[in-house]
């Protein structure tokens, strides 16, 4: 077996099929090449970069970076998102695999003046990043929820809560009309201003609303017979920010053209509002821990990008779902 730096432009047609058929069976899914190529080409360099773990022309492993721009107090700094980790289970002899392909994709990342790579591992790999590559931890990305249908997330309660839940988020949405409030700015937050961005994070999967003064985005998914909306962003288009009335509309419009039994919205709500629930830290379905691995360090303050009040991060900056 070798390890092989490549970007995504220079994956030949064989090397796309090898790659797709590797992941779907380490990760037990069903993509196809056409989605790995929107993810990876769809960046503000026009490709991602990847270290393959190889066993002759087939790739068996693979560690991938996407490369994205974010304000750090004003200052645009080059970023990569570390996403799609895995080694095929037939090559999982070698316990520092793993290390020596991002070691590879690391050095390559300083030359393209990447001075920090973010990650949000799994459970499973948390680990590994932590006391093998020497990620360090940045915090917890927090859930809030509002839910509509609450004998449908908990089963044990009478089927008269359906109503009283929904009947309270009615509610909400009405009081959250007295609230004109906004969000104040984090220190660090990505660069909206590459249109490439939307474009690869949307698929046909997820639903755009738009109106003439707010923008909102979310997408539906099955969580073991719970219907789950997740709002993955919303923002007051003239202010530029999220506020209390793209809040209210993105869910008003949910509650009125979608049956879902609960919305979920994973990041910093960083202003008054009154429809989403922050949910407690051992209820979460499964903690979010945002890492980093800071590359070139005297281009960022230490004490501002590991402190997690900071960031304004959520589910537009990964794709969690």
């Known amino acids: 077996m070798h390890i092989a730096f490549q970007t995504t432009t220079q994956l030949t047609a064989t090397e796309w099929e090898s790659y797709t058929a590797a992941f779907n069976l380490a990760f037990d899914k069903e993509y196809d090449v056409g989605y790995f190529q929107h993810k990876y080409l769809h960046t503000i360099d026009g490709h991602s970069y990847h270290a393959f773990l190889k066993e002759g022309d087939q790739i068996v492993g693979g560690c991938t970076v996407i490369p994205y721009e974010y304000f750090f107090e004003e200052k645009i700094t ?73 004998e449908k997330i908990r089963p044990k309660l009478p089927a008269f809560f359906n109503t009283l839940s929904y009947t309270f988020a009615q509610l909400m949405v009405l009081l959250s009309r007295l609230l004109n409030t906004k969000e104040k700015q984090s220190k660090i937050y990505i660069n909206r201003s590459h249109k490439i ?44 920010c999220k506020d209390g009335a793209s809040l209210r509309q993105a869910i008003q419009r949910i509650m009125t053209t979608e049956t879902v039994d609960i919305i979920v919205f994973i990041g910093k709500l960083n202003f008054l509002q009154l429809l989403l629930l922050k949910v407690p830290f051992r209820y979460e379905p499964r903690h979010l821990k945002l890492m980093a691995d800071l590359l070139i360090p005297e281009n960022l303050d230490t004490k501002l990008l590991f402190s997690i009040k900071n960031w304004d991060f959520g589910l537009f900056n990964y794709d969690v779902r």
């Open 78 to 150: 080059r970023c990569g998102l570390a996403v799609d980790v895995f080694i095929a289970s037939a090559f999982r002899s070698d316990p520092l695999a793993l290390y020596r392909m991002y070691s590879i994709l690391k050095k390559e990342l300083i030359l393209k003046d990447i001075s920090l790579v973010i990650a949000v591992p799994n459970d499973m790999v948390y680990a590994y990043w932590k006391n093998v590559v020497k990620w360090k931890d940045i915090g917890f990305l927090n859930y809030h929820v509002l839910p509509l249908k609450s």
């Open 197 to 240: 961005i939307e474009e690869q994070r949307y698929t046909e999967e997820h639903i755009r609303l738009k109106t003439d003064h707010t923008y909102a985005s979310y997408r539906i998914v099955n969580e073991e017979g719970v219907k789950t909306c997740y709002l993955i962003d919303f923002y007051n288009i003239h202010k530029g």
